[in-house]
């Protein structure tokens, strides 16, 4: 199946919540006792859905074990429910999402999960809270399924970090990051090996980890004529690490940290510098591509 991803901004909404635990050998039929139990408490409560309702996993569906999930169903505003109900009336505040839709049983809806994950490393955002599924067509409705639509939601934000991987030595991967950095402008100021610096002052070992201290002169000169406190965002970190694979390379979002400053003389300076080090850290890939 296709996924299409999109990134949107959800409105804020009143939410009736309910927890309830769910089998994973057990899906289908947890998910229609999630429903039938949310209609019976709004109606209970007099309650007007305006949505589709939703499960929140706030950790990974286990093998066998069953969950405890938060059943959601988006609703008109109404007086609070009292506690006997076992739910409660929440509202949840615009937040930025990532959304695809998976059409079919749940058996494979793990495919849908993978897409969205491959499209968040590709697009530089990093989920900042557990999955939703929507069901748009849910098993309360339909007996094929074939016919099941569930949208799957992750809250998400712009990852802080640029970042290539390359299958390199860690000696070969600093040199040519330091070359890519240079051919696109940026000098190294500084160089802070964390792994000698950890096993010396405190015992610990870890992976090769270097941070590199990068400062674009000119970009650099009118951030400061811009706003003097634009040097607490100077130099620009890159960190390389070793992993099981081959080195990480990770520049830090000048976008990103400039938001700090509000100021908005910095922000066509700090878009310059990010598309200076996003072309660097390509430069990079492109190589690594070339040469395999």
């Given at each position: 199946?296709?996924?299409?991803?999109?990134l949107?901004?959800?409105?804020?909404q009143?939410?009736?919540?309910?927890?309830?635990?769910?089998?994973?050998?057990?899906?289908?039929?947890?998910?229609?006792?999630?429903?039938?139990?949310?209609?019976?408490?709004?109606?209970?409560?007099?309650?007007?859905?305006?949505?589709?309702?939703?499960?929140?996993?706030?950790?990974?569906?286990?093998?066998?074990?069953?969950?405890?999930?938060d059943?959601?169903?988006?609703v008109?505003?109404?007086?609070?429910?009292?506690?006997?109900?076992?739910?409660?009336?929440?509202?949840?505040p615009?937040?930025?999402?990532?959304?695809?839709?998976?059409?079919?049983?749940?058996?494979?809806?793990?495919?849908?999960?993978?897409?969205?994950?491959?499209?968040?490393h590709?697009?530089?955002?990093?989920?900042?809270?557990?999955?939703?599924?929507?069901?748009?067509?849910?098993?309360?409705?339909?007996?094929?399924?074939?016919?099941?639509?569930?949208?799957?939601?992750?809250?998400?934000?712009?990852?802080?970090?640029?970042?290539?991987?390359?299958?390199?030595t860690?000696?070969?991967?600093?040199?040519?990051?330091?070359?890519a950095?240079?051919?696109?402008?940026?000098?190294?100021?500084?160089?802070?090996?964390?792994?000698?610096?950890?096993?010396?002052?405190?015992?610990?070992?870890?992976?090769?980890?270097?941070?590199?201290?990068?400062?674009?002169?000119?970009?650099?000169?009118?951030?400061?004529?811009?706003?003097?406190?634009?040097?607490?965002?100077?130099?620009?970190?890159?960190?390389?690490?070793?992993?099981?694979?081959?080195?990480?390379?990770?520049?830090?979002?000048?976008?990103?940290?400039?938001?700090?400053?509000?100021?908005?003389?910095?922000?066509?300076?700090a878009?310059?510098?990010?598309?200076?080090l996003?072309?660097?850290?390509?430069?990079?890939?492109?190589?690594?591509?070339?040469?395999?």
């Open positions: 199946m296709d996924y299409r991803v999109s949107c901004e959800t409105a804020p009143t939410v009736l919540r309910v927890p309830l635990e769910i089998r994973p050998d057990l899906l289908s039929e947890g998910i229609v006792i999630a429903m039938e139990r949310l209609t019976e408490v709004a109606q209970r409560a007099g309650l007007t859905a305006s949505g589709a309702p939703t499960i929140t996993f706030h950790r990974e569906l286990p093998a066998v074990d069953a969950i405890t999930v059943c959601g169903l988006p008109e505003t109404a007086p609070t429910l009292g506690p006997s109900s076992g739910a409660e009336l929440v509202i949840q615009p937040a930025l999402i990532a959304r695809t839709c998976h059409r079919g049983g749940y058996h494979d809806i793990d495919a849908a999960y993978r897409a969205l994950r491959e499209w968040l590709q697009n530089g955002c990093r989920p900042i809270g557990p999955p939703t599924e929507a069901y748009l067509i849910g098993p309360d409705e339909v007996s094929d399924p074939r016919q099941l639509i569930t949208e799957i939601r992750i809250p998400v934000a712009p990852s802080p970090a640029i970042a290539v991987h390359l299958d390199a860690f000696p070969d991967a600093v040199e040519s990051t330091r070359k950095l240079q051919q696109h402008g940026f000098g190294v100021l500084t160089e802070i090996d964390v792994q000698a610096v950890l096993r010396e002052k405190t015992g610990e070992h870890i992976e090769e980890y270097l941070i590199l201290g990068a400062c674009n002169p000119q970009l650099a000169a009118r951030a400061l004529a811009a706003d003097r406190q634009a040097g607490l965002l100077l130099p620009c970190n890159v960190v390389l690490r070793a992993d099981d694979t081959g080195v990480l390379v990770e520049a830090a979002d000048p976008e990103v940290l400039m938001r700090a400053s509000a100021e908005p003389a910095l922000e066509p300076i878009a310059q510098a990010r598309r200076l996003a072309a660097a850290l390509d430069s990079l890939r492109q190589r690594a591509a070339s040469a395999s």
